[in-house]
């Protein structure tokens, strides 16, 4: 592909039509379990959710501040307000271009990326299913688009990695998977997930974990019940910056990463800085303890460096950092269309980040990383920087 | 106040003896359910009104010992540093360590292990014990142990009374499980309810000190397959950082707030996390609108008006412009196995390159010499 701005973000979202699984999934065998969208009755106020099998969702029907306007944050109530750019792949391509984006990778949107949490694997995997085909359909749309498969959890290892075989056919470039297990299945690092990791070694299909990951850790604090809604979004998403930090030394201390040392793992939406503490903590107790006596033989920030990435947006500070965490383990993401994103000022930001970086490094941390990680050819922008020039849009 | 080394450990870790409660306590009152030694399968662990203290471990010393991923089984293999005043001051000297501010063992690393405790009346037993033996057996013996009390976690009447008896017997700081509502059924730590222990605290010019490990369910377990060397390290290295929850809780539920004078140490947080944290806080504070709900102090604010890191094998050059050198403690963590016990001058020598003098000096005594008033 040809870049025209020098800009790729290494984790945006897909938000899907509200046809999107009733046009896919069995009516016969579904009915009303698959995803749609009905109205209900919030506060005496008529409001759309999505309904998920025969469930109604408690978050509101898209999650695309970013693309409402003032006053910021705003939340679609109706689905009649949510603007076709969050769905509708060639409209949003418009928004690329009005924010100087190339290319996005592809996260899920709320109703996606949680289908286990009924319980049910053949459902899960029908839905899985939907959502991945439903996905690929954007690649196929626009190569500026670089779609995530996800997995149906509760599914035998086997199917999973067929599964992703599948979706890696269709155009996908990685897989987003939990960073803790859902209960009541094995620990991320079980043996029972090999042929996942095995098949996405394979396939070159780095493994994302994004946010908060799932994991329980903290949960309970953040969910304190005197806090507004404002306060506890900032509670919980601020801690999300040690999300790495529970997670890697988990990849690292059971031996997964030396099993399977071609597997990259890319911390999406938990900052940067979260990797300083993992190189210097993980470094420390493996000398302190003399941890290859135990069958750890790579000192843990070789393997970080092989192995994990982490993008950022905001860090000024962590950004002065970038050597010490790894220049080339170090990817921008937009988090678009979420409240996190600065849509459309996107290069404004990048400018204000990574003021006095120069040229290269800019250029690994904006598009060169993602291009190598996702296996793109792509030739360079045709100005080294373009930021200047949209600063101001 | 007289330096030799230059160095003020600001979280060590003495190992309480077989004697301590079962001396100290009632026999006639408390019977079996008083802390103490059981051998079992030939291991000996501590066991306090039927639960089992310290993971079932009989004490950490683990950077005393030969392996550090083996602790001892028996109370006879502890070693005299972990639990001998007079050979801790030998240690000390030998590492080169000035001061040592002083956190429990069996009691909890953070203090914690009594609050889970059903019996509030056994708990401030247990404590008080606690509190007399660090002033009698420690303190009394050099001016060179800091010591630090626990306090019952409820009800807050009982810790307020505790802190202010011991703080008078001595103690320069207070050991306080960083979330109380995790051990037993008590109010969550951010209600009011427990203003009266934070106001004791100014008023009496103490650090509180919320040492990480207080809450395992803030940490991400290691999966049941891996053996305990491997999940130790592992434990060790998600502990700290653990810190970040407590920290969080504490600015946007606006503990700090209310409280302006309080001052809060987290002790083995380490301090690398920490600015991300913070730029991140305010980042996520300013996207939120929370400069509208009635904050007057961005999250990185409240930390550098109020709070401390601590830190014993990080680089502090990156990170002390932004956290503040004010901000950062220096620990040797003696003697847990993460320890940089027997020469921490190794590890501050390549850990402080590239920081002037006076931010050194802050970080390694000076910043610690002002909370303890030495």
Not at chain 2, 340 to 366: D, Y
């Amino acid at each position: 592909m040809q870049l025209k701005y020098g800009l790729i973000s290494a984790d945006s979202h897909a938000a899907f039509d509200r046809d999107t699984y009733t046009s896919r999934m069995s009516k016969t065998k579904w009915g009303d379990k698959i995803p749609h969208v009905v109205e209900v009755k919030e506060n005496g106020e008529r409001v759309d959710r999505w309904s998920v099998y025969g469930k109604i969702s408690d978050v509101d029907v898209c999650n695309c501040p970013a693309l409402m306007g003032e006053p910021f944050p705003t939340f679609p109530k109706r689905w009649d307000e949510v603007p076709k750019t969050a769905y509708e792949p060639l409209e949003r391509l418009k928004a690329l271009d009005l924010d100087g984006v190339d290319a996005e990778v592809l996260f899920p949107n709320p109703p996606g990326g949680t289908f286990f949490e009924f319980g049910d694997a053949d459902f899960e995997l029908d839905v899985v299913r939907a959502y991945n085909d439903a996905l690929a359909a954007w690649a196929r749309a626009s190569e500026r688009y670089w779609p995530l498969a996800i997995i149906p959890y509760l599914s035998e290892p086997g199917t999973i990695a067929r599964e992703i075989e599948r979706a890696a056919a269709c155009g996908h470039k990685g897989i987003n998977c939990l960073g803790e297990m859902p209960k009541p299945l094995p620990h991320l690092t079980d043996p029972r997930w090999y042929p996942v990791w095995d098949v996405c070694q394979q396939l070159e299909l780095p493994v994302h974990i994004h946010g908060s990951a799932g994991l329980r850790a903290g949960a309970s604090v953040r969910k304190w019940s005197g806090y507004t809604p404002r306060q506890a979004h900032s509670a919980m998403t601020a801690t999300s910056a040690v999300t790495p930090a529970q997670i890697i030394p988990h990849l690292i201390f059971s031996g997964l990463t030396e099993r399977f040392p071609r597997l990259k793992f890319v911390f999406a939406e938990a900052g940067i800085g979260g990797l300083n503490y993992v190189l210097a903590a993980c470094d420390h107790e493996w000398e302190t303890r003399r941890l290859w006596t135990e069958g750890l033989g790579t000192r843990p920030s070789e393997t970080v460096r092989r192995q994990m990435y982490v993008n950022f947006w905001f860090e000024a500070e962590g950004i002065k950092l970038r050597h010490e965490i790894g220049i080339d383990n170090i990817m921008w993401e937009s988090d678009f269309p979420h409240v996190a994103s600065y849509y459309p000022h996107s290069w404004q930001e990048v400018e204000r980040v990574l003021q006095g970086v120069p040229a290269e490094d800019r250029q690994k941390l904006l598009y060169v990383n993602a291009l190598r990680l996702y296996g793109v050819e792509a030739s360079a922008p045709e100005k080294a920087v373009q930021g200047a020039e949209l600063r101001c849009s | 106040m007289q330096l030799k080394y230059g160095l003020i450990s600001v979280d060590d870790h003495v190992q309480e003896p077989p004697n301590l409660w079962t001396d100290r306590l009632s026999k006639e009152r408390w019977g079996e359910r008083i802390p103490h030694i059981e051998r079992t399968f030939g291991a000996d662990r501590w066991v306090a009104d039927g639960q089992v203290l310290l993971g079932g471990l009989v004490c950490r010393a683990a950077a005393l010992m030969p392996n550090r991923n083996r602790e001892p089984s028996l109370w006879d293999e502890v070693p005299p540093a972990a639990w001998r005043p007079a050979e801790r001051l030998a240690a000390m000297d030998a590492a080169g360590i000035d001061y040592s501010v002083l956190y429990p063992t069996v009691a909890g690393l953070a203090g914690e292990a009594f609050g889970r405790l059903e019996d509030g009346e056994l708990e401030v037993a247990c404590v008080r014990a606690y509190n007399d033996w660090l002033i009698e057996e420690w303190a009394a013996t050099s001016e060179r142990f800091i010591p630090q009390c626990i306090a019952p976690v409820w009800p807050v009447d009982a810790a307020v009374d505790e802190i202010r008896r011991a703080v008078a017997m001595g103690h320069r700081g207070v050991v306080f499980p960083s979330l109380p509502m995790h051990l037993r059924k008590v109010p969550h730590i951010s209600g009011p309810e427990y203003d009266p222990l934070w106001e004791a605290c100014v008023a009496l010019d103490v650090p509180v000190c919320l040492h990480a490990g207080a809450s395992p369910e803030l940490q991400y377990a290691p999966g049941p397959a891996l053996g305990a060397p491997l999940a130790e390290a592992l434990d060790a290295v998600t502990r700290p950082v653990s810190s970040v929850f407590v920290l969080s809780l504490y600015s946007f539920s606006r503990v700090l707030l209310r409280h302006p004078g309080l001052r809060l140490i987290f002790a083995e947080s380490a301090l690398s996390w920490g600015m991300l944290y913070m730029e991140w806080a305010d980042h996520q504070f300013d996207h939120d609108g929370l400069a509208r709900e009635g904050y007057d102090l961005k999250p990185s604010e409240m930390f550098r008006r109020q709070c401390f890191l601590t830190s014993w094998f990080d680089q502090i050059a990156p990170f002390a412009p932004y956290v503040g050198a004010d901000h950062i403690l220096w620990a040797t963590n003696f003697p847990l196995a993460t320890s940089t016990w027997p020469r921490p001058h190794e590890t501050i020598e390549r850990c402080f390159r590239g920081v002037s003098a006076e931010a050194r000096e802050k970080i390694l005594w000076g910043n610690a010499a002002r909370l303890y008033r030495l």
